[in-house]
């Protein structure tokens, strides 16, 4: 019965060298009895026990269906078998040592570098911060960041120009995998001159859908929340490229906008804008990492990823 199913395994595997070669720690430690001439001097070198060793060399001369260490009080050496099998040996091992020196060397590449896209809100106002403590833990990496709409970030990302992005819209765009890093909430403001300012009773939704509002352009993740969040807006008043040059255009008094309450703090304190409540209306949204389906973030991407979620420097 035992033979039948050696038989069965052998044609399972008859094809596959994985079933037919000993895998590199078995041949390493085959290399160390050769040099070391002592499977007990070798176990300790790969840093295994001893009957571990004699296990492993064992099961090889079973797998190979040969003798390749002949054992005495006096030591282990090869049989000649087993010194021919160490010369071929040798050479996989040799093999594996480039592969692996190759694969270090696409991670270097990778390592020195990391590409960030982000929604402008994020890149102004969160990720100065989490650069700085990127920079802490990896001083060799060179950071480049290009700053845009949510739209944006998704091409830039889906076109392998950038390796993680940062979002602030409703959705996930198509192609790309994302995890919920933070969340924000938008708020009314306007320049203290403004009639709205000077209103006993908060804002109606309807009010602030039909009134012409300094607005983001259309694929920005406050639009998308705004325009979702309110079932549409009315023509803008104007509409601009910058969450800064929405902030600089409400404090010139231009008319009022809808910003994230990160962008705006500053102001609100000195009273260069004033927050305007509205009722029957939510302007939460959710701050996304994002990154191309099945490729998570590795490496810096990965502890910049990190480093989003365990910093306070935005709302819970």
């Known amino acids: 019965m035992s033979e039948a199913r050696d038989a ?3 044609r399972r595997g008859a094809g596959s060298l994985a079933y037919r070669v000993p895998d590199l720690g078995a041949l390493e430690l085959l290399l160390a009895v050769a040099r070391l001439g002592s499977l007990g001097a070798a176990a300790r070198e790969v840093g295994i026990t001893q009957p ?23 030591g282990s050496r090869l049989t000649d078998t087993g010194a021919l099998v160490t010369d ?29 896209a982000a929604s402008m809100t994020i890149a102004e106002y969160l990720l100065p911060g989490w650069l700085i403590a990127l920079r802490a833990r990896r001083p060799d990496t060179a950071v480049s960041l290009r700053a845009g709409n949510s739209a944006a970030v998704a091409e830039r990302l889906l076109a392998d120009e950038a390796d993680v992005g940062f979002v602030e819209g409703l959705s996930v ?16 403001v306007t320049a203290p001159a403004h009639p709205w300012a ?8 309807g009010e602030l859908a039909s009134t012409p509002l300094i607005l983001r352009e259309k694929g920005s993740g406050t639009r998308q929340v705004l325009d979702a969040a309110l079932g549409g807006l009315a023509r803008p008043l104007i509409e601009l490229s910058s969450t ?13 906008a809808v910003l994230s309450e990160l962008a705006v703090g500053e102001e609100l304190s000195l009273r260069r804008l004033v927050s305007i409540p509205v009722d029957g209306v939510a302007l939460r949204r959710d701050l996304r990492a994002v990154w191309p389906t099945g490729h998570r973030p590795a490496g810096p991407a990965r502890d910049l ?12």
């Open 8 to 10: 069965a395994g052998k």
């Open 52 to 74: 571990a060793a004699s296990s492993r060399i064992r099961s090889m001369e079973r797998q190979l269906g040969v003798a390749l260490v002949d054992r005495s009080p006096r």
């Open 88 to 116: 071929w040996a040798r050479r996989v091992v040799e093999a594996a040592e480039a592969f692996d020196a190759g694969a270090q060397a696409l991670r270097d590449r990778r390592d020195s570098r990391l590409r960030v």
């Open 173 to 188: 765009p198509p192609g790309l995998d994302s995890v919920v890093i933070a969340h924000d909430r938008l708020i009314v």
């Open 198 to 205: 000077r209103r006993r009773r908060p804002l109606a939704a």
């Open 244 to 256: 800064t040059a929405v902030k600089a255009s409400a404090v010139s008094g231009a008319g009022p």
């Open 305 to 316: 990823l990190s480093l989003t979620r365990s910093r306070p420097d935005h709302p819970a």
